[in-house]
């Protein structure tokens, strides 16, 4: 059974906006800092946002600061990632993450659970 489950992904113009779902177990929900990554082709994944977490703010990569913005609903145990002002830089699958490790969870490796993945597609 899948831990993490993304949806939200989709083809959308330069300049528009798509939000990402996350939705987890309660129990990863609650114990685990979670965010998102992402991989464009050819390149390596890399740490987009990782949500706010027992008091800490949300961090940001970069190159989406201003544009995204990560939130996490405790109702319905999911983390979100509102992404407006798509560029086609932005084009790749993401990817949901939890981990333990606040500050080892930008480095993106050794993580607990990762979600299969949703496409993201920007057409200039």
């Known amino acids: 059974q899948a831990q993490l489950v993304e949806s939200g992904g989709g083809l959308v113009q330069a300049g528009g906006s798509l939000t990402l779902s996350c939705a987890a177990s309660?129990?990863?929900?609650?114990?685990?800092?979670m965010g998102w990554f992402r991989q464009a082709p050819g390149k390596e994944r890399e740490f987009v946002a990782m949500g706010s977490w027992r008091g800490g703010s949300p961090s940001y990569a970069d190159s989406v600061k201003g544009r995204f913005t990560v939130s996490r609903d405790n109702t319905n145990y999911t983390v979100s990632l509102q992404m407006n002002n798509l560029k086609p830089e932005d084009t790749a699958v993401y990817y949901c993450a939890a981990d333990l490790s606040v500050p080892m969870f930008r480095l993106g490796r050794g993580m607990d659970y990762w979600g299969k993945g949703t496409l993201v597609t920007v057409s200039s």
């Open positions: 309660a129990r990863i929900f609650s114990r685990y800092v």
